[in-house]
């Protein structure tokens, strides 16, 4: 079994929906939790960065942890086709190395 | 925010060469940097942490002799793939952790990766 899981997709959905993109762990050590988007034949970028339990909003984006089901999810509202991308959870414990999920593929059609 | 480089973004060498990627803290030091390759549609796959002065740490199954790291500096790793042969293809990523206050997130150093070198071996 995966320490990470996520549904590598490909997610497709129209211009204005609510994209949910959602990663399972088993490592209950885990302490950060981080989404990253990569877009074709880039680096990731680090989208958006928790530490506790709850909600993280940043714009359209928002990031949900919940520690106790091991769950962590990226909301994006009001999606746009510039958000096509691969979208990878990631997490770690203090001092480790990250560890990544899958990556989800979406894409958002005009 | 803290910048991490990475040169060539492309590279198209012939089986049997070797070929140098070069990963750059542009405006902070990294005693530490890793090495990740990635397959299309595939995560991340870490490949090594690169330590400034010291030998890498290379990951289970990952062939040290084919792939040779130098952190000659504070402020760059080199990864070279010897004697590339066409399953060697590949995208190759450098990052590193920029210090608390100096990355994308303020009070943690959290990992900044390279834009990524892809590599073809004909």
């Known amino acids: 079994q995966k320490e990470v899981e996520q549904d590598p997709g490909p997610l497709s959905v129209p211009e204005g929906a609510i994209v949910s993109l959602n990663c399972t762990y088993s490592?209950?050590?885990?302490?950060?939790f981080m989404w990253y988007r990569q877009y074709s034949r880039k680096g990731p970028e680090l989208l958006m960065y928790?530490?506790?339990?709850g909600n993280k909003e940043d714009g359209r984006f928002t990031a949900q942890v919940d520690k106790s089901s091991k769950y962590i999810s990226l909301f994006i509202r009001d999606s746009q086709p510039s958000d096509s991308a691969t979208y990878l959870c990631?997490?770690?414990?203090?001092?480790?190395?990250?560890?990544f999920g899958e990556g989800t593929q979406l894409t958002v059609n005009p | 925010g803290a910048v991490v480089s990475q040169h060539p973004s492309w590279v198209i060498c012939k089986s049997g060469t070797s070929v140098k990627i070069e990963c750059r803290s542009l405006?902070?030091?990294?005693?530490?940097m890793f090495w990740y390759r990635q397959f299309p549609k595939q995560s991340l796959m870490l490949m090594a942490t690169s330590n400034e002065g010291s030998k890498a740490t290379y990951e289970q199954g990952v062939e040290k002799d084919k792939f040779l790291i130098n952190h000659a500096s504070l402020t760059l790793s080199t990864l070279t793939v010897t004697s590339a042969h066409p399953e060697d293809s590949s995208f190759y990523i450098c990052?590193?952790?920029?210090?608390?206050?100096?990355?994308?997130?303020?009070?943690?150093?959290?990992?900044?990766f390279g834009a990524g070198s892809r590599l073809t071996v004909l």
């Open positions: 928790t530490y506790s339990s």
């Open positions: 990052s590193a952790r920029p210090p608390s206050g100096r990355g994308p997130v303020a009070g943690a150093n959290v990992l900044t």
């Open positions: 490592n209950s050590a885990f302490q950060y």
């Open positions: 990631a997490m770690e414990t203090s001092g480790s190395r990250l560890t």
């Open positions: 405006d902070f030091q990294a005693t530490t």
